[in-house]
């Protein structure tokens, strides 16, 4: 299995003193996700969860719905000449008669690490393949103090962006503030990948009464994986892009941005925010 860190050195300038010493990094690898043994996305991700980022991606595909639906998810052979095993190809195996839907999967994907979906930016494929609407039976009602004290739990359960600073980070909340999960990696939309995918192998898909955030900005990749995922309420601590708020509004999202301390931007679903 690949590391989840990597030890480099680097040359240190403190204070106007000149030192050589080690300094640990992120790991950077890329994935290659295979569906039936065809492939059909690369991305660049952090080592570890990496069959729960396949199925998770698969989710937000509208490929994937329940556990059941997975036949297998294996690790395929790796490209090194000795035959060792890189542990960066995974083969995702449908269950028999799971229809696979048409609308992505000749495209064969490249995401890198900060773009998420790279070309597929349409309120049209979200619409026609989401699997679990948002509804507000019973509604979900969040406050905004409990808001403002996520991104600090967030944080506190970054394990490893303590070590090397260069980790986005997406969590999982119950409606009263209950951490669920919470996963690292280099790409945020490959965070949230994780945390959906960990949650359809539990069977515990829709998420019809979590709130996930994300470390940074809420992109049209996140909004869509949290709709794919039925969230009814997801916060960032950044900004959100203009086709985030449409794809939240149309869908009945409760989308948050900037949210740092008691202070945030609530851009479409505040029903859900008890003002």
């Known amino acids: 299995m690949g590391r989840v860190t990597e030890r480099r050195r680097v040359t240190r300038i403190r204070g106007g003193a000149v030192s050589t010493r080690p300094d640990t990094l992120v790991a950077e690898e890329p994935l290659e996700i295979r569906l039936n043994g065809k492939p059909l996305a690369i991305t660049m991700r952090t080592p570890g969860d990496d069959f729960a980022l396949a199925a998770g991606f698969l989710v937000s595909e509208g490929v994937l719905a329940s556990a059941s639906d997975v036949r297998s998810i294996v690790y395929c052979a790796g490209a090194k000449e000795d035959g060792t095993n890189t542990y960066n190809v995974v083969d995702v195996r449908l269950a028999p008669g799971v229809v696979v839907p ?14 998420g979906l790279c070309g597929k930016a349409s309120l049209d494929a979200v619409r026609t393949t989401a699997r679990f609407p948002i509804a507000d039976t019973p509604p979900v009602r969040v406050s905004p103090a409990l808001l403002s004290e996520l991104p600090d739990r967030l944080r506190a359960a970054q394990k490893v962006f303590d070590t090397t600073g260069g980790l986005h980070a997406a969590a999982l909340f119950t409606e009263d503030g209950e951490l669920l999960d919470v996963r690292e990696d280099v790409g945020r939309h490959n965070a949230v990948d994780k945390l959906v995918g960990r949650a359809l192998r539990e069977g515990l898909l829709p998420l019809d009464r979590a709130v996930l955030l994300v470390s940074g900005r809420a992109s ?13 309420v997801l916060a960032a601590v950044s900004a959100p892009s203009s086709l985030a708020v449409d794809l939240a509004a149309e869908a009945g999202l409760t989308l948050v941005g900037f949210l740092r301390g008691p202070d945030m931007n609530i851009y479409t679903g505040a029903h859900r925010v008890t003002l």
């Open 102 to 115: 048409d609308i992505t999967l000749e495209r064969n994907v490249y995401t890198t690490s900060s773009c």
């Open 220 to 232: 049209f990749e996140l909004a869509q994986k949290a709709v794919m995922a039925g969230i009814p």
